[in-house]
């Protein structure tokens, strides 16, 4: 079976685009191979298709935890097993994964960054029949991104494990010092570097200075037809922002993490299917989302970095068609991007502080906890330490950095369930919960491969179903828990950490400069480089992105906001040229010189609008090299 059968096969596609086909020809020839693609050009197939085309199963190492289960949702789901190990699992459930996994019971196993760290993960890993490595969103491996996840360090540790099983690293944003870094960190021997560029012929990038954001969005979306995503930085932001177009006449919902699952796929759902025009969101919502007819992309808020704006704006125009990414900026915003710097790389005291409150604040003893997972409950740390929340976050974010710790914020796991019983087990229970039985009917006629394994489920619908309240749904499972007739495992949101190391000391606690000065360095350099993009008043839109990401090209794309008003400026000129030399002529005959010296324009710019009108018969050069108007 070719690679273009399994395409046909599972998405239905007839044929590939852009670098796919090249990205998976490398990896079936088992080269180390990374694929630099633009966000919309389709990392999902190469990450997928050659693995299907093999024995053995792939191992997916994505750096951020929703990513883990995105890709069971593609359209392979419907004929290839998949499992993910991330924070939030039972023991009986990561069991159970590895044996699927020894024993070809899923074709990809998509694995959480702190997973690596956990010495019975790469027992088990040697067991496995793994065919491919690959590495989503390659850019967080390396320190000169701007989403760096030192967790991901550990893949180059267990390629050893692995011997002649290749690696593919996919990304859509990367300058060339990442790019260099991500061969470095993955070890890649005799790497194949793929790259399509960044230039996107039918997205538009326009900024629009405004002093009235809310007004200035209404008005942009009343311009442009279709799906819009609206970008914010900060849930409650998105929210506010959704009601106002509410209230404006615009279908709008809001999307961030913060959600139930429940919630973000019943809003994602009716914004892919057109119920809702218009998303309002945070950098939470996108990844692993392909509506092709989004016309535009509205950033309200400033990000603070290019790869992170070109990842999101580049959500829009995926079918080809003419598309609009906007950003919207105030007299106030370059001040605001600068004093995120200072609440990301808080004083190094503090940081500290933060690290010697955290183990106070879970129970953590000197010199134990390694290896230890801890549900962290953030906002309770905050408030019962008086601790600012910005900085206290960034804290955390550098401590992982520095490798004392592992914070991973907000995994929503589902609520899940597993027959332990027999069949023959399964009716006239000696249930004290008014109700269970019905509760227990419910499931079994809800969800299948129950009797398997774990299978997510939803508290309310199993209430709708079974005519009894949410409450006695959840007492009634935690009864046939203890009958051991089936294992339910509630929903729990939380973030967590887990140390890296045994708890130390605050004073033995450094920050190495890679860590904080280089770092806070870098984060300077992607503010002022947003700062150059967003308040240029010349050149183009889309040629600084290209720069920024390495492509040496002098070209203007000539359809960003910037070159479509040079475009108009020298259009301007040329009809003011133009009026200026013919009313001259009319008055009596003149000499190319007369024209420049009278005339404030460029001398070239005149000379060849006197040549234009020659030829067009607008000016007649007479034989002493003057030129007047032709006789009528």
Not at 189 to 201: G, H, Y
């Amino acid at each position: 079976m070719t690679a273009l059968d399994v395409l046909k096969k599972h998405w239905g596609y007839p044929a590939f685009r852009g670098l796919q086909e090249e990205i998976i020809a490398s990896v079936l020839d088992g080269r180390d191979t990374l694929g630099l693609m633009p966000t919309g050009g389709g990392k999902s197939l190469p990450l997928q298709v050659p693995t299907l085309m093999r024995d053995g199963q792939e191992r997916v190492d994505a750096p951020i935890g929703s990513l883990v289960k995105d890709p069971e949702d593609g359209p392979p789901a419907r004929h290839i097993k998949a499992a993910y190990l991330c924070s939030g699992l039972t023991r009986t459930e990561v069991m159970r994964t590895y044996e699927r996994c020894r024993y070809g019971g899923c074709k990809f196993l998509y694995v959480s960054p702190e997973r690596l760290a956990s010495t019975a993960f790469l027992q088990q890993l040697r067991l496995m029949p793994v065919c491919l490595i690959v590495v989503d969103e390659a850019h967080c491996i390396s320190q000169w991104g701007h989403d760096f996840r030192p967790s991901l360090l550990r893949i180059a540790g267990v390629r050893p494990l692995l011997p002649g099983v290749p690696v593919l690293a996919l990304t859509a944003t990367a300058t060339k010092q990442v790019e260099a870094d991500i061969l470095q960190r993955l070890e890649m021997q005799r790497p194949v570097v793929l790259r399509k560029s960044f230039a996107r012929d039918n997205l538009t990038y326009v900024v629009r200075p405004t002093t009235d954001k809310p007004a200035e969005l209404v008005h942009i979306l009343n311009s442009v037809a279709g799906s819009a995503i609206v970008y914010t930085r900060s849930r409650k932001r998105c929210k506010q922002v959704s009601d106002e177009l509410g209230q404006r006449g615009i279908a709008a919902d809001y999307y961030h993490a913060g959600l139930a699952a429940e919630v973000k796929n019943h809003k994602q759902n009716r914004w892919k299917s057109d119920q809702c025009r218009v998303m309002v969101a945070t950098n939470a919502f996108g990844m692993g989302i392909d509506k092709p007819d989004v016309r535009v992309v509205v950033h309200i808020d400033v990000p603070s970095s290019l790869e992170e704006y070109y990842q999101e704006a580049g959500r829009a125009g995926r079918d080809g068609r003419r598309s609009y990414a906007v950003l919207l900026v105030s007299t106030t915003d370059r001040r605001t991007l600068r004093r995120r710097l200072a609440d990301a790389y808080p004083d190094k005291q503090f940081i500290r502080r933060v690290y010697e409150l955290t183990g106070n604040f879970l129970g953590v003893a000197l010199g134990s906890g390694y290896d230890r997972t801890y549900d962290f409950n953030f906002g309770l740390f905050c408030r019962t330490y008086k601790l600012p929340v910005l900085p206290t976050h960034n804290a955390l974010r550098i401590l992982t950095a520095a490798g004392y710790i592992d914070y991973v914020e907000e995994m929503d796991s589902q609520s899940r369930i597993m027959i332990d019983a027999r069949k023959d087990q399964l009716y006239n229970l000696p249930t004290t919960t008014p109700g269970a039985d019905r509760v227990l009917m419910a499931v079994l006629r809800l969800y299948t491969g129950l009797f398997a394994d774990y299978v997510n489920v939803n508290e309310d619908v199993i209430a709708m179903r079974s005519g009894v309240d949410a409450q006695h749904v959840y007492d009634s499972l935690l009864e046939l828990t203890r009958m051991h007739i089936l294992h339910y495992i509630p929903r729990k949101r939380t973030p967590y950490v887990t140390y890296t190391t045994s708890r130390e000391e605050p004073r033995h606690v450094l920050l190495p400069r890679e860590v904080y000065e280089l770092q806070k360095q870098r984060m300077e350099q992607r503010i002022e480089a947003v700062i150059h993009y967003a308040y240029s008043t010349d050149g183009c839109r889309e040629l600084t992105l290209l720069n920024y990401f390495g492509e040496q090209t002098e070209a203007h794309c000539g359809h960003c906001d910037l070159c479509i008003e040079q475009r108009q400026r020298q259009q301007s000129t040329s009809a003011d040229v133009q009026q200026g030399i013919l009313y001259m002529a009319s008055q009596h005959p003149r000499a190319l010189a007369d024209f420049i010296r009278t005339l404030a324009f460029p001398a070239d710019d005149i000379c060849k609008m006197v040549d234009f009108l020659v030829d067009e018969g607008y000016l007649v050069r007479n034989a002493d090299d003057t030129y007047c108007a032709p006789k009528t």
